[in-house]
């Protein structure tokens, strides 16, 4: 298996624009997860799936933020408008059970 | 409420010395798993272990061994005769039985010079 898939790997956008970040988990697993990672706060939970169901999106910082799976081999996550503050490495991450597999993350900056 | 703490923030070592990384943690379920992750320079998180709540066996796994100790909420993992490659972040985390979301550690950043 190729293990979990992001796309891109790094997104360079203007405040104010729309960013949709991409993830394809590992065939066979029911949990998926949005991470983003900051000097300032770290390794953040954002949203959580299992079977394609959004079970916890306390994460989520805002309304400007939004996540969908719309079946059991694709996810994303959407800014809408970006913004500076948004500048991260967003990971996904996909389990069968408690461990968690991780992509490469998408590096994302705002200017 | 769950908290992971890692309070060394930087390890600098020589080549071929051994380096613990300290991880402490904080939860009221009696049943959770506590992980170990290293973030190289390259950006990835790579898995290296998983121990759940009720096994508390030491591990050894080549070089790295992590000692658990329930009786401190400790997981602490030592990477023996250390090497350049070992540079990298390493990441404690846990998480509960039900829900596998996990809260990680601030990160220790270990730098092994030739």
């Known amino acids: 298996d190729a293990g979990v898939i992001q796309s891109p790997r790094h997104e360079v956008t203007e405040m104010g624009q729309e960013v949709t970040l991409r993830c394809k988990p590992i065939s066979g697993h029911n949990s998926l997860f949005w991470y983003r990672q900051t000097m300032m706060r770290g390794l953040e939970l954002l949203i959580y799936f299992n079977n394609n169901v959004p079970i916890d999106d306390s994460g989520m910082p805002e309304d400007r933020f939004s996540a969908k799976m719309p079946n059991a081999s694709f996810s994303t996550l959407k800014i809408q408008p970006s913004e500076p503050r948004d500048s991260a490495v967003y990971f996904c991450?996909?389990?069968?059970?408690?461990?968690?597999?991780f992509g490469q993350g998408t590096r994302l900056t705002v200017v | 409420a769950q908290k992971v703490t890692q309070a060394q923030t930087e390890i600098s070592v020589v080549e071929k010395e051994d380096v613990t990384l300290d991880c402490v943690y904080e939860?009221?379920?009696?049943?959770?798993?506590l992980f170990w992750y290293k973030q190289p320079p390259s950006g990835e998180l790579v898995f290296l272990i998983r121990r759940n709540s009720f096994d508390e066996q030491n591990e050894i796994s080549g070089r790295y061994s992590w000692n658990f100790q329930k009786s401190t909420s400790s997981f602490n993992f030592t990477i023996t005769a250390s090497q350049v490659v070992d540079s990298a972040v390493y990441f404690c985390a846990l998480d509960r039985s039900n829900d596998y979301k996990l809260s990680f550690g601030a990160g220790t950043t270990v730098t092994v010079r030739a």
């Open positions: 991450a996909s389990s069968p059970g408690p461990e968690a597999f």
């Open positions: 939860t009221r379920d009696t049943t959770y798993y």
